[in-house]
């Protein structure tokens, strides 16, 4: 279960149990410099909080609203780089292509390169999936499915699994499920 340690209209910064830090954009746009400074100070904070050596950090901004107006650009530039400042491994989701190509243009700015506390390793993707596989996420645990009979299917017999058979060449191969000859008829003929 996901610990939320931050919430705004703006951002929520959770920590998964594996321990990754899950920084999320929601789709409310800035209105101005002022609001983007004003929100992204108790992000930073938090980030401080949690601490960031040697953690990973995903960062979400599938639902975030493009906006590559240069002011924008100037005024939230300094924060981005904060925000992914001394993590271990820094996975960035986007939704679309043109996301991930201005992501990677900017994680490739100099002033970001050049910055000994920048992330030690960082990456874009589309997919959450390939993020939380580069930050090495413990893959989530099947849910074990409902009972109808209040046991579980730890309670249930163990099938013996497929059962070998012949095929025409001689060669052994495993059957799937319940052979025809085992199989209950549809329909009893009338004749005796």
């Known amino acids: ?15 998964r149990p594996d ?8 789709a409310e746009p800035f209105g101005s410099a002022e609001e983007i400074d004003s929100t992204c100070m108790p992000v930073q904070l938090t980030l401080n909080h949690v601490g960031r050596r040697g953690k990973r950090l995903l960062v979400d901004t599938r639902a975030a ?9 100037v005024a939230f530039a300094a924060h981005r780089q904060r925000m992914v400042q001394g993590f271990a491994k820094v996975a960035i989701v986007v939704q679309t292509a043109i996301g991930k ?3 990677q243009r900017l994680v490739g700015e100099p002033s970001l390169a050049q910055d000994r506390s920048a992330p030690g390793e ?19 645990k099947p849910a074990e499915p409902p ?9 249930l017999p163990k099938s013996s699994g497929p059962r070998p058979v012949r095929s025409s060449l001689g060669s052994p191969q495993s059957e799937p499920g319940p052979r025809a ?6 329909f009893r003929s009338r004749r005796k």
């Open 1 to 15: 279960m996901r610990r939320t340690l931050y919430q705004s209209p703006h951002f929520r910064i959770e920590v």
């Open 19 to 26: 321990d990754i830090v899950v920084l999320t954009r929601s």
């Open 65 to 73: 609203v493009g906006n590559n107006n240069p002011a924008f650009e």
């Open 101 to 103: 190509l201005q992501n």
């Open 122 to 140: 960082m990456r874009v993707f589309m997919n959450i999936e390939d993020a939380l596989a580069y930050l090495g996420a413990e893959p989530p």
């Open 147 to 155: 009972s109808r009979s209040g046991t579980s299917s730890a309670d």
């Open 181 to 186: 000859d085992d199989a209950e008829p549809l």
